[in-house]
């Protein structure tokens, strides 16, 4: 059965970074993803990689958040940079359904259970 365990969340001020890592194991997916959801919101896919390395990002994240693999530490990423209060949210780390584009908007089968990420103003 597959273990995802997130690590690396905080509390930064605006224009700040953080890094979030996700240890995978149980089985090795095609496709990672990052998804968030911050009270009363809907939840938000961020980020996903496929197995070419191949990335996806919402809109909202392009250009501050990268995700990376590595896959002989069998170990998922995701750097932020110049963060805003609006990326506060729990952050989870999943197998989305599909890989590709669809990662972000078709759900996931399977996540962690999260890491808190606070940006203050």
């Known amino acids: 059965q597959v273990q995802l365990v997130e690590s690396g969340g905080g509390s930064v001020q605006a224009g700040g970074s953080l890094r979030l890592s996700c240890a995978e194991s149980?089985?090795?997916?095609?496709?990672m993803a990052w998804f968030r959801q911050a009270p009363g919101k809907e939840r938000e896919g961020v980020a996903a990689?496929?197995?070419?390395?191949?990335?996806n990002y919402a809109d909202s994240v392009k250009g501050r958040f990268t995700i990376s693999r590595d896959n002989a530490k069998n170990t998922l990423y995701l750097q932020m940079k110049s963060l805003k209060p609006d990326d506060t949210a729990m952050y989870y780390c999943?197998?989305?359904?599909?890989?590709?584009?669809?990662?972000?908007?078709?759900?996931?089968?399977?996540w962690g259970q999260g890491t808190q990420v606070t940006v203050s103003s």
């Open positions: 990689i496929d197995k070419d390395h191949t990335t």
């Open positions: 149980g089985y090795t997916y095609n496709c």
């Open positions: 999943a197998v989305p359904k599909y890989c590709g584009p669809r990662a972000l908007v078709e759900g996931f089968d399977y």
